[in-house]
């Protein structure tokens, strides 16, 4: 009796060990290739918001009721939209790298209007802790996270 018992428990563990270890590789592999339709409708949601870049790019030309905080938030989130679609490592570190050069754009920007009495000292932080969250994210990306 007590062999029986001994086999069944070694069936399950190598049943549950196999689950997990397919499992975990099954969804990796998921995660990593999006499907034909995901990458259309990420492709699609990525050109609607450049054009929302481009909008706002061009009120700010127009100077009318400018908002700086929506064109950094809609520039940022363009380029880590394209992040999933970029074909090698090497690409999104790039990516990552832009997404950078916006943050610290727009902190000189909130800084800028904080020294003028423009902005408010909350704005300033906000861009400090945005570029930082961007700057943590190369480095994550540069180790392959």
Known sequence: ???????????????????????????????????????????????????????????????????????????IEALAAEIPLAEGHSQRIKLHEQIVEATRRYETIATERYEVGSGTHQELLGAEAERLKAEIAVERAKRGY
């Open 1 to 75: 009796m007590t062999g029986f018992r001994f086999s069944v428990r070694e069936l399950f563990l190598i049943t549950l060990v196999a689950a997990l270890v397919f499992g975990w590789g099954t969804q990796s592999y998921i995660r990593s290739w999006p499907s034909s339709h995901e990458r259309a409708l990420m492709q699609e949601r990525l050109e609607a918001l450049k054009e929302i870049v481009s909008e706002q790019k061009a009120t700010f030309g127009e100077g009318a009721g400018f908002n700086h905080r929506a064109l950094r938030d809609a520039e």
